[in-house]
C-alpha cells in the first residue's frame, strides 16, 4: 500500500511552546488529509480535513488557532500545536486520501507522541 | 453523527482458530468502509476497502463483509496466528472521506 510518513515520532516540549508535525504522502499525491488525536484505550478523534490549498475545516470543538494546519503542497501538510499545554499530550496521526482508481482509500502515517510537561 | 461500535472488545484465542470480528454503525449514508490494525503505540494499516456498492473484499486471510443498509461489516479472519493480535478498526467514511472510528477490538491469539 502506499506510505504516509509523520515527522517526529516523538516530541516532548514545554509549557507554552509550539511544536509542529508534518504528515507527509510519499508515493502518492493527497488532495485531502486528515488530523486525528488519539487518547488513550480510546478511539481516534478526527480534529480537521486538511484541504491542499485552501483552509482547513475543522471539527466541533477543535481550536483553529491552537492547533494551525497548513497543506501547502500535495504531498505535505502541517499541524502546529500553539502555546501546549499538558493537556495537548496525545498521540497525534495523519492520513492521506489516495484518489488512484476513484477508491479513496486513506493511509495512516506511524503517528506523533507528543509529551508536554 | 456516525457511531461505530464494536463488537467484542476484546477477545483472546489460541492460534488456529477462525475469528469474526462485528462493527455497527448508525449512519448508512457511508461512501466506504475500512478495516485497520493497529499495533500498540503506532499509526493504522489498511487492511481492508470496502466500496459502499460492495457486499465483501478478500486479502489473504481476511474477509470483510458489508450490510450498508442495515449498518453492518463483519471481519472474518481465517486460521489466526499470534502475528494477528493487535486492535482491529472498522472506520465509515462518510461523504467528506473523513473516517468514523469506534473503540476497536483487541486481539490476542496465543500460542
Known amino acids: 500500500g502506499a506510505v504516509v510518513s509523520q515527522h517526529p515520532s516523538r516530541v516532548i516540549c514545554k509549557s507554552g511552546t509550539s511544536v509542529k508535525i508534518e504528515c507527509r504522502s510519499l508515493?502518492?499525491?493527497?488532495?485531502?488529509m486528515f488530523w486525528y488525536r488519539q487518547f488513550p484505550k480510546k478511539s481516534l478523534m478526527l480534529m480537521a480535513t486538511?484541504?491542499?490549498?485552501?483552509?482547513?475545516?475543522?471539527e466541533q470543538g477543535v481550536e483553529k488557532d491552537k492547533f494551525l494546519i497548513n497543506h501547502a503542497s500535495l504531498t505535505l501538510s502541517t499541524l502546529t500545536v500553539t502555546s501546549a499545554h499538558p493537556e495537548d499530550s496525545s498521540f497525534y496521526i495523519c492520513s492521506a486520501r489516495d484518489t488512484a482508481g476513484g477508491f479513496h482509500e486513506q493511509y495512516f502515517g506511524p503517528g506523533t507522541r507528543l509529551t508536554v510537561t | 453523527k456516525q457511531e461505530v461500535t464494536q463488537i467484542p472488545a476484546a477477545l483472546s484465542v489460541p492460534e488456529g482458530e477462525n475469528l469474526v470480528l462485528n462493527c455497527s454503525f448508525t449512519d448508512s449514508a457511508i461512501y466506504n468502509l475500512q478495516w485497520f490494525r493497529q499495533d500498540p503505540g503506532k499509526g493504522l494499516t489498511s487492511l481492508l476497502l470496502i466500496q459502499s456498492s460492495q457486499r465483501e473484499q478478500t486479502s489473504g486471510r481476511l474477509n470483510a463483509s458489508l450490510d450498508k443498509s442495515s449498518g453492518r461489516s463483519t471481519l472474518y479472519i481465517a486460521a489466526s496466528q499470534p502475528g494477528d493480535s493487535a486492535t482491529y478498526l472498522c472506520?465509515?467514511?462518510?461523504?467528506?472521506?473523513?473516517?468514523?472510528f469506534g473503540k476497536g477490538t483487541s486481539l490476542l491469539v496465543t500460542p
Open positions: 508515493d502518492f499525491q493527497a488532495t485531502t
Open positions: 486538511s484541504n491542499e490549498g485552501s483552509k482547513a475545516t475543522y
Open positions: 472506520a465509515p467514511a462518510n461523504s467528506g472521506y473523513a473516517l468514523n
